[in-house]
């Protein structure tokens, strides 16, 4: 079955440090997706990065990175030089498809706290 | 550019009583995801559409229903409310026909279901 794992419940940095949030998944497809969402208190799901199960390439978007690595099922992201705007939930996610349904399997969410 | 709304953005109801969430897609999109986040926890998938026919189930109770209309809007029916189906119900919607990635989902904003 599916499954995504976020063994990090809650990571708590300083401003201005790095800090890297764990995603390890489980699948017997050999295409698949995997995103990253983070969910600020107002509650929204805002999508942050696809990748796809032929790339792995990593990825760097401004203060995000990402690493993917499928030897070992992972899909990492650091966050560079934290901010406190940072603070959120971050959920790593898996598509599972079944005939035309593409349905997110998410892991359990890892909180980060970025004090001042 | 147009995104995914739900409404309402806030509901309270009491036990017993049935509530109807609808998600309206973004334009030319033609599957829509319903998802149950509740506190503390992941978004769960519930059920999904596409062209109008239900795709996949997940684990939606049997108070639930929801089907997709002509116009590809969406509607998710809950009776018998119990306390426990409080939480944030996210609708997304895709695309396998507009020219973007069927892996990727758009999120609405939520509709937060409170029940007394």
């Known amino acids: 079955a599916q499954k995504v794992t976020q063994a990090q419940t809650e990571i708590s940095v300083v401003e201005k440090e790095d800090v890297t949030l764990d995603c390890v998944y489980e699948?017997?497809?050999?295409?698949?997706?995997l995103f990253w969402y983070k969910q600020p208190p107002s509650g929204e799901l805002v999508f942050l990065i696809r990748?796809?199960?032929?790339?792995?390439q990593n990825e760097i978007s401004g203060r995000y990175s990402w690493n993917f690595q499928k030897s070992t099922s992972s899909f990492n992201f650091t966050i560079t030089a934290s901010q406190v705007v940072d603070s959120a939930v971050y959920f790593c996610?898996?598509?599972?498809?079944?005939?035309?349904?593409?349905?997110?399997?998410f892991g359990s969410g890892t909180r980060l706290l970025v004090r001042p | 550019a147009a995104g995914v709304i739900q409404s309402p953005r806030h509901l309270i109801k009491e036990k017993r009583e049935t509530a109807t969430l609808k998600c309206y897609p973004i334009?030319?999109?033609?599957?829509v995801y319903w998802y149950q986040q509740g506190p503390g926890q992941d978004p769960q998938f519930l059920i999904s559409?596409?062209?109008?026919?239900?795709?996949d189930k997940g684990s939606i109770p049997d108070r639930f229903s929801a089907q997709q209309f002509s116009d590809y809007h969406s509607e998710l029916n809950m009776s018998s409310l119990e306390l426990g189906d409080s939480a944030l119900y996210f609708c997304a919607s895709s695309s396998i026909t507009a020219g973007t990635s069927i892996y990727e989902q758009y999120f609405g904003p939520g509709t937060r279901l409170t029940v007394t």
């Open positions: 990748r796809n199960s032929f790339d792995e």
């Open positions: 996610a898996l598509s599972e498809e079944k005939d035309s349904s593409y349905k997110l399997i």
């Open positions: 559409f596409y062209e109008k026919m239900q795709s």
């Open positions: 699948t017997r497809d050999t295409t698949y997706y």
């Open positions: 334009p030319r999109h033609d599957t």
